[in-house]
């Protein structure tokens, strides 16, 4: 289906740069590939952000969900060719795990505060608000629970709210999670 939006059309290069950047997954792979990148450097502006625990503690809440929920709600309904299975093991599987992994056996710990998780929503609630007005416009939405069209404001709403009490939730769970590594690891750098 080919959804005219001003002089473009989803099938034009831009169009279809636009939706793959307005997948959750993909930018979060992407803030996990930026923090990866910084605490590799060993120094500067980057390293100094990606190293802090609650930076690393927000990334692990963010890929985490991106891991639940295409488990949960999403893998049922993709059929990807043999490359794109690929990817989405890549992007939904092997990702999250080495970020878990590395975040719990080598990151430092401690220091996350009490109102940390409820901060850690500005990037998903930005998504949510990208993805309802750049979904107003282009009639696309990149996942169907916030498809408007189809489940109307009410439930998309509805299921915005859930989300988001599912990434505080998880949230305070990885806060949790990281003091009591630090017991056992203080923080470094």
Same mark, same amino acid.
């Given at each position: 289906?080919?959804?005219?939006?001003?002089?473009?059309?989803?099938?034009?290069?831009?169009?279809?740069?636009?939706?793959?950047?307005?997948?959750? /997954?993909? !930018?979060?792979?992407? =803030?996990?590939?930026?923090?990866?990148?910084?605490?590799?450097?060993?120094?500067?502006?980057?390293?100094? @952000?990606?190293?802090?625990?609650?930076?690393?503690?927000?990334? /692990?809440?963010? *890929?985490?969900?991106?891991? *639940?929920?295409?488990?949960? %709600?999403?893998?049922?309904?993709?059929?990807?060719?043999?490359?794109?299975? @690929?990817?989405?093991?890549?992007?939904?599987?092997?990702?999250?795990? =080495?970020?878990?992994?590395? @975040? %719990?056996?080598?990151?430092?710990?401690?220091? *996350?505060?009490?109102?940390?998780? *409820?901060?850690?929503?500005?990037?998903? #609630?930005?998504?949510?608000?990208?993805? =309802?007005?750049?979904?107003?416009?282009?009639?696309?939405?990149?996942?169907?629970?916030?498809?408007?069209?189809? %489940? #109307?404001?009410?439930?998309?709403?509805?299921?915005?709210?859930?989300?988001?009490?599912?990434?505080?939730? !998880?949230?305070? %769970?990885? $806060?949790?999670?990281?003091? $009591?590594?630090?017991? @056992?690891?203080?923080? $470094?750098?």
């Amino acid at each position: 289906m080919n959804y005219a939006i001003g002089i473009h059309s989803l099938d034009d290069v831009p169009w279809r740069t636009i939706r793959f950047i307005s997948f959750f /997954t993909i !930018l979060s792979n992407m =803030l996990v590939l930026t923090a990866s990148l910084g605490i590799a450097m060993g120094s500067g502006r980057l390293h100094a @952000w990606a190293n802090k625990p609650g930076t690393r503690g927000a990334i /692990t809440v963010y *890929i985490l969900v991106v891991a *639940i929920i295409f488990h949960l %709600l999403l893998s049922h309904m993709v059929h990807p060719s043999p490359l794109g299975h @690929w990817g989405n093991r890549l992007a939904h599987q092997f990702v999250p795990f =080495l970020w878990v992994a590395c @975040w %719990l056996g080598f990151a430092p710990h401690g220091g *996350i505060d009490g109102r940390a998780p *409820i901060r850690w929503l500005g990037y998903p #609630g930005a998504f949510g608000g990208w993805t =309802l007005i750049h979904g107003a416009e282009s009639q696309w939405y990149p996942y169907p629970f916030l498809n408007v069209i189809h %489940l #109307g404001w009410i439930f998309t709403l509805r299921n915005m709210a859930l989300i988001a009490l599912f990434f505080v939730a !998880l949230g305070y %769970l990885i $806060r949790w999670i990281d003091g $009591r590594l630090a017991r @056992w690891r203080p923080t $470094r750098g």
